[in-house]
């Protein structure tokens, strides 16, 4: 295997890999705040290609141009959604919960078959189309692009909650929810900032996506899942350990993918997380 | 031949060296006591023993089988069984079930294991009490749960981990009764306790231990007139 | 006279053993056969599920790799070997314990969430390499090949001898479910519930007694899948691995109350006629208003009445079981529904 060969796998994989840290984050995020899974964040990734898709679709806007719009678009959808749905069950028991995000992931995917049919759409003649060469590794503008504008924003949503008043209400809220109230901080507010953020992230995710993947109705499911052994490799809890896992989930894919066979991309990095956790339970950088 | 054997135990913990150097041996009949003031090591010494730590140095033999290291539920399975400073009963189960709990580990069959759970709750007097659930129990009868559902492993090593703490006056000469039966039916036993009031007139021999070290090693009334220990529980008082 | 003091106290269960052997005497469409026998067959499976939940504590994600393992050993045996499927279902269960087994033991060190995401995983490795395994049928699928009426294949030209052996399913289901809790291993998972360290310190080996309960567990989704391939005389990946599978034998038993014995029926009896109903009646299109129907009343069941409708089901349904209460108290105190806990490890998703 030579040097040009093994530099395309890696970048290849870091860059898939930094589209994944985006999404991952969103439900780091989420989780993090209120332990709860959102069931339904492949499903945003959906609707943020989707809006893309049809930004393009109707109004020639490129979904690179429309990353804002999307970007926001969906950070007032994941509002709408935690003062809708969310913030009714979390008093509720678990399985209210599940059910609430389970259901409507179900929704969204079914909405989106019967508006737009299952076909796959795809966006023709996107700006970052074609390939850049360095060297002799060619990599995919939209992919290149997309990898880095998603890493760029992961870590800034990371020094956000690390550095920003907003982002330590975040993290205050996350470790202790009373303790937060007490100190004046409107939890409910911080929350639905939580899920802005979060969905807004992963719908960003999308729009990058939406260059140069397939759209379809069902896309967010993979994402969904990957996501969440993402979050569970890092660790529960780290947001540095997704954005870790996600890179590294990223390079083995490809990887796998290269050597071995597309097909089973996959199924490689489900065993590599059950490998890593059976070593070390608690994830990468876990916080139990 | 003794039945337990510490050497050179010791056992870290954040800097601190909570066991330190320890030796000493246990034979079988005895009734052994562990004393010591706040702080010494002496639950730590006891999570040693019974598999709960590992040790970072040392060697524990029981039964001439060197145990070091084993998970605690290996060490329970070879005869060494402890009960809990914070009593730890089964609180959504009744007592007999309780006591069955540690009935099965020696008779998987439900029936037979039925027979020696009840055994074990008559020799502790606890009859009659079979239904009442776990959480409904006083602390006395807890604390006479989990040494019914020790007793039931039939153990040969039974470690009491300060069992007679929170007990009044007269529970704890029915505490004394019952060590007393328990190594008259076989069973060593080693404790841990605070109360001088207990482990003088029950145990056989006294180890004391302060800041991590064994400091003494005795009967009950060489240890009592030890300048060392004296020294050691300095401030505190009681009756040799 | 004794008889009918027996029959007063377990009336309800006498009434409900009483209804489930006429049901195909008072349904008599083939729709409505169709819906009993899904719903004994999710109901054996939350049932086998439930084992793990309510004995283990832990959460699987990804029993629909069970139920594959069990509907592709029969239908592989039968194809390809010629072992009668009346024979060949006993090998999925054989399979899937040893699977479960094996996976456990590693398996139960992670905690919570971690151990759920890594059923998934183990779920989604089966997925990929069933659809990509083209000997075995591949993303295609494998057709059972008809026989008509024969017991020896398991295969019926009607529904009702296929709705009495789901019925002998669902009841080895609830027995071999009674006689894990009854067992020793029944007392050792109510301690390792109840207390963890204090099990330990009693000599039990709490790795390992979870990996019993997961194998049971799986032993059960298998034959049931063996079943259900020569009913629907058809196996595919994505109709019995994929992640939607797995997740709703964990709805379906949450709904209906996890722990409790009657649980699974009861949510299947709920949850499979809603989807068996929107499918049919509303998929036509193949516009998917089936599934949006169906997921929106589950977003509404969940949100707009959260302890209501959930709570007001099970406050219905939990009070006809008390009716049937001495029967099912033995088997009942197992299975305590786990708290529901933010962040510690144990049984974290519900």
Redesign the interface.
């Known amino acids: 295997m030579d040097f040009a060969g093994g530099a395309q796998v890696l970048l290849g994989g870091l860059l898939t890999g930094c589209i994944y840290a985006l999404v991952a984050v969103g439900l780091s995020l989420i989780w993090g705040l209120m ?1 709860l ?1 959102n069931f339904a964040h492949g499903d945003f990734l959906m609707i943020g290609m989707y809006t893309s898709f049809w930004a393009w679709a109707l109004f020639r806007i490129d979904p690179l141009f429309g990353l804002p719009l999307t970007g926001a678009l969906l950070f007032v959808w994941g509002v709408l959604v935690y003062y ?2 969310v913030r ?2 979390l ?10 995000t ?10 989106a ?2 508006l737009w ?2 076909n796959y759409r795809m966006v023709d003649n996107p700006i970052l189309g074609g390939v850049i060469r360095v060297g002799s590794v060619s990599l995919g503008k939209a992919h290149l692009v997309g990898g880095l504008t998603a890493y760029l924003l992961a870590l800034g949503l990371y020094y956000m909650i690390v550095k920003t008043d907003i982002g330590r209400a975040l993290s205050a809220t996350s470790a202790d929810k009373e303790t937060a109230e007490l100190m004046g901080i409107d939890t409910d507010k911080v929350f639905a900032l939580g899920w802005g953020l979060g969905s807004a992230c992963v719908g960003v995710g999308g729009a990058l996506l939406a260059s140069y993947y397939y759209i379809y ?1 069902d896309v967010g ?1 993979m994402f969904s ?1 990957i996501a ?2 993402i979050v ?1 490799l890092g660790g ?1 809890g780290s947001i540095p350990g997704a954005l870790v896992a996600a890179l590294i989930v990223g390079v083995v894919q490809t990887s796998v993918s290269f050597f071995l066979a597309p ?2 991309k ?2 490689m990095v ?2 590599f ?2 490998i890593v ?2 070593c070390r ?3 990468l950088m876990g916080r ?1 | 031949m003794s039945l337990l054997e510490a050497k050179n135990v010791s056992k870290r913990f954040e800097g601190l060296l909570a066991n330190d150097n320890v030796t000493f041996s246990i034979d079988k009949g005895e009734i052994v006591g562990l004393i010591g003031p706040n702080g010494a090591g002496k639950t730590t010494l006891f999570n040693c023993l019974t598999g709960f730590r590992k040790p970072d140095a040392g060697t524990v033999m029981f039964s001439s089988n060197n145990i070091t290291g084993f998970a605690p539920e290996r060490i329970a399975t070879m005869g060494m069984v402890r009960t809990f400073q914070i009593t730890k009963i089964f609180t959504s189960m009744t007592v007999l079930d309780n006591v069955m709990v540690g009935a099965l580990m020696r008779h998987a069959d439900v029936k037979e294991a039925l027979e020696v759970a009840r055994e074990a709750i008559g020799f502790t007097q606890l009859q009659g009490r079979d239904n009442i659930l776990g959480s409904s129990l006083t602390v006395a009868d807890r604390k006479r749960v989990e040494v019914a559902r020790a007793l039931a492993t039939g153990p040969s090593l039974l470690m009491l981990d300060e069992a007679m703490a929170g007990l009044n006056p007269t529970e704890v000469t029915d505490a004394i009764e019952l060590v007393r039966r328990i190594r008259d039916r076989g069973i060593t036993v080693m404790l841990v306790e605070h109360i001088m009031e207990v482990i003088m007139p029950l145990s056989s021999r006294v180890l004391v231990m302060d800041n991590g070290a064994l400091i003494a090693e005795g009967r009950p009334d060489e240890i009592a007139s030890d300048p060392k220990v004296i020294r050691a529980y300095l401030g505190e008082n009681w009756d040799a | 006279m004794r008889y009918a003091g027996w029959l007063k106290k377990n009336l309800f269960a006498v009434v409900l053993v009483a209804a489930a052997l006429v049901d195909p005497l008072i349904l008599r469409t083939s729709f409505l056969r169709h819906l009993s026998i899904m719903v004994l067959i999710w109901a054996t499976l939350g049932t086998a599920w439930n084992m793990l939940v309510g004995y283990a504590g832990q959460v699987s994600l990804g029993h629909g790799l069970f139920f594959g393992i069990g509907a592709y050993t029969t239908t592989l045996l039968f194809v390809k070997i010629g072992v009668p499927p009346s024979i060949g279902i006993l090998a999925g269960p054989i399979l899937a314990a040893t699977v479960a087994y094996l996976m456990g033991l590693p398996l139960f060190r992670l905690s919570g969430f971690y151990f759920s995401i890594a059923t998934i995983a183990s779920a989604e490795i089966g997925w990929i390499l069933f659809t990509n395994w083209d000997w075995a049928g591949g993303a295609r699928g494998l057709f059972v090949p008809l026989k008509g009426d024969s017991l020896v294949h398991l295969q019926f030209t009607t529904k009702v001898p296929y709705y009495y052996l789901a019925l002998l399913l669902f009841g080895l289901s609830v027995y071999a479910a009674h006689r894990l809790a009854s067992s020793r291993a029944g007392y050792y998972f109510r301690a390792i519930r109840d207390d963890p360290e204090a099990a330990v310190s009693l000599g039990i080996n709490i790795r390992k007694f979870k990996a019993v309960a997961y194998t049971f567990s799986a032993a059960i989704t298998a034959l049931a899948g063996g079943f259900y391939a020569n009913y629907v005389l058809y196996i595919d990946p994505d109709s019995m691995m994929a992640a939607k599978f797995s997740t709703q034998i964990c709805l379906l038993t949450v709904l209906g109350g996890v722990g409790d014995m009657w649980g699974p029926l009861i949510g299947a009896s709920v949850l499979i006629p809603l989807s068996e109903t929107t499918r049919v009646f509303l998929s036509g299109r193949g516009r998917a208003v089936d599934l949006l129907v169906y997921g929106s009343l589950i977003v509404a069941f969940a949100v707009f009445q959260p302890k209501g409708l959930i709570g007001l089901t099970r406050d219905v349904l939990t009070r006809a079981r008390r009716a049937m209460a001495p029967a099912t108290a033995a088997i009942a105190t197992v299975e305590k529904p786990p708290s529901a806990p933010q962040d510690t490890g144990q049984g974290g998703m519900i």
Request: glycine share 10%; no cysteine; charged share 5%.
């Open positions: 332990g899974i809708g749905i009714r069950v008093t509720a028991q678990r399985i209210a919960q599940v059910f609430a389970f259901g409507l992931g179900l929704a969204l995917r079914s909405a078959q019967f049919t299952p109705p499911l899942t969440s052994t569970a529960f097909a089973l996959l199924a489900y065993l997380y059950l956790v059976v339970p608690q994830g139990w």
